[in-house]
C-alpha cells in the first residue's frame, strides 16, 4: 500500500495543517515543490501528544496548494 497523502489549501492566514491521527509527515509540497522541514526552514512539526501537525513559517498563499505525504506514526 501507498502511503496516503493529505491535501490542503492555503488561505493566506493559517500556517498549521493537521496530519491523520496515527501518521506522522514524511514529505510537505506547497505548489508542487518540496518544502525544507526544521528551525529557521518552510515549516517545523510539531506534536502535541495524539496529532502531528505540519507549521510554516510563512502562511502559504490564498489557494496554494500544500501536500502532505505521511507514514504511519510509531
Do not use: H
Not at 496515527?22 to 510537505?28: K, L
Not at 515549516?43 to 505540519?54: H, P, R
Amino acid at each position: 500500500d501507498a502511503p496516503p497523502t493529505v491535501g490542503f489549501t492555503g488561505d493566506g492566514t493559517t500556517v498549521r495543517f493537521a496530519c491523520s491521527r496515527g501518521f506522522r509527515p514524511a514529505v510537505v509540497w506547497k505548489d508542487g515543490i518540496m518544502q525544507r522541514a526544521g528551525p529557521g526552514d518552510a515549516y517545523t512539526v510539531v506534536f502535541d501528544g495524539a496529532v502531528f501537525e505540519v507549521v510554516f513559517a510563512v502562511p502559504p498563499a490564498n489557494a496554494a496548494r500544500i501536500d502532505i505525504l505521511q507514514w504511519r506514526a510509531k
